[in-house]
């Protein structure tokens, strides 16, 4: 392939703080420059996939009769009142509302209705319809760029639907139906530089009080004007964001600022706030991370990390009666984990809370009636469910709510959705997704500890780490231990935010794992899997800690199953980690998939103008401002780290839309290995699309690019 040359003469520096690095690739930041040469190296990978036309069709079919008849289907009840929402592979959303007394369901939003026909993107964030049936309200992304538009419509007595208005870039949204009241967490503005990041919380009078706004909203639908919302909280520190939400019952507004290490909350009862009153801080967290936060009377409940690597739940009893900020007066742990557990998640409701602890990818829950923590009681029929992802649908249950729904998939069986009962312990199958020609039967999924040691390991007790490893295969291929020797094996990993890698299905695996493919998932350091302690240990300095466990868990995993036939894929994030195992590890991968990959880490954290690069120092460190920073991320950003050497087939993918990982971060990396890249033999590709972050939402398109990556590694492995 023809290496790029370079725009300039002269090879330019990038400036981080005091430091001047030479980067030849510089220019592709520059989007206009950048674009001719992006549709050329698009158009040698749509080359690569004409030439395989035929295979890619085979795969495209299979993909699209598995999922031709998916869909999946869930109805709840709000009061007295249904709601039922349906989506699926090739369905877009829709939403069907039944009041009550009547016999039919009328649908009152159909994102695949004609009127949407020319939306190259469309997808619902979320949406809200008020126990009243006043209004329902839904964010939409018209463009895969995660500028939300809210829309703000009226419920008529005939099920109408009437738009008021329509807020541009709101990242999330609460409402009061009592007091028409919408609380909205709003990014883009003029005065602020970081476009993108929701650091204002705005009121927003759906009937225009006075009270709040000197002019009255008109009823007919339009694109907001700053006047007509009101700002309740600006977040004056660059590197925090903004969020906002009710409390179950809907009595408090929260709003929460935070990074990724700590964040503080504000709060007020929404009757104080209708009478013009100030938000109060929730005392006695100020340095830690409040993870989730609940109430019940006058009580607050708060997962936080105050005293402790874990987690424990804190009771604060009568906030609002509190004066003196000292947290033993404050504040007392009601909830710890059992030993070697941590808590994930808990929620209050009317008359129990919920809580979910974890270790090592496995859910435990237990139900605490009555608020008596004395006396929990462990669902244990969730004990079962071993290599599953498990989602609590808290969003579907009420407060008063003595039913739960959940979910429950896994990398070999489509989703399934529950309703238990507290009180009687009924545990009942509501709707199983079904797709033709999937034999879930035939999937074995395992949970493995690889003990890991590496000399390289910083802050790592007796340099050893045991890392959780989960993998599915299909038993058909697979009868005894000698038929795993070269087996094909996909792997993946994350390993930042203290986000968990969860084993839930997506539409990736089947196809790989009827062709015989191990699917792989490597829990390394950095995530959330195992709770904070395994989070810090691969974050800041210690990230190479995170890097290490990814390229100690491939070749584990080679030797476990006595094969180099591997393929490897990540995204956003986990850029880091494939990025490094591509530069560090020779001869063990074969394939690699680095989706919307942050692999330019030391260009991007060092541009403060990008929206997300403040929020980012608390993850990886500020290289312009700290020189240990500065030299622990020159030495694990892979783009800087490329070398002359004999690298794989390598499909990198980025989209045009995507502001968390900008498309010139694969594009230079692209270019780079192109230049440094040995071998004549592998295939390297590049492909920016016009998608965000998370890829393509039509049905077609999104068959397609599944099938391109499938087609990919399944040619090259």
Known sequence: ????????????????????????????????????????ENKKTQKYFNQNNNELIQIEKY???????????????????????RYGSFLKKIIYLKPKGKKYYKIILDLNDKKYKDFKFLEMNDYCITSDLKYFIYLIDEKGDERFKLYVN???DNLEITNLVILKDINSFSIVSEYDLLFVSKAKNKILKESDISRRILAYDINGMKKLFSKKIVTTPKIENEENLKLIYLEKNSILSCDVYLSKDKEVIFIESGDHSSNQIKYIKVKDFIEGKDFK????FKTSIINSIGKRNNDFYVLNNLDSDNKYIYLINNHDDIKDDNPKINRKIVYKPKEGRFISDFHCFKDFMLVCEKYSCKSYLYVIENYNFKNKKELKFFNKYNNYHISILTQYC?????????????IGS??????????NGNNHLLFKKRLRGLHEEEYIGKNIIASLKDNEYINTPKNKVDLPISYYYNKNFYKKKSDFKNCPIYITGYGAYGYELTN???????YLLKNGFIIVSLH???????GMSWYKAGKMLNKINCILDFQNGIKYVSDYFNSKRIAVRTRSAGGIIIGNALNNLDGIIKVAIPEVPFVDCLTTLANKNLPLTKLEFTEFGDPSENEESFNNIMKISPYENIRKKYYPHIYIIGGLNDYRVRYDEPTKYYFKLLEHNLSKKSNILLDINNYGHFGPSEPNEDITFISKIQLFILKNI
């Open 154 to 156: 009226r419920i008529e």
């Open 414 to 423: 489509t989703l399934k959705l529950y309703s238990y009962n507290i009180s």
């Open 281 to 284: 801080n929730l005392i006695g």
């Open 398 to 410: 009420p407060y008063d709510s003595k039913e739960l729904l959940y979910s429950i998939s896994s």
């Open 63 to 85: 993909n699209t009769d598995l999922y031709s008849n998916d869909f999946f289907e869930i109805e709840y009840k709000i009061k007295e009142n249904f709601v039922k929402e």
């Open 524 to 530: 390394i350091r950095g995530g959330g899997e195992n």
């Open 1 to 40: 392939m023809k290496i790029i040359k370079n725009k300039y003469k002269i090879i330019p520096n990038k400036k981080i703080g005091h430091q001047k690095i030479e980067d030849k690739y510089l220019w592709v930041s520059n989007k206009k420059k950048a674009k001719k040469y992006i549709d050329i």
């Open 504 to 510: 839930s299905f997506t539409k990736m695996y089947p």
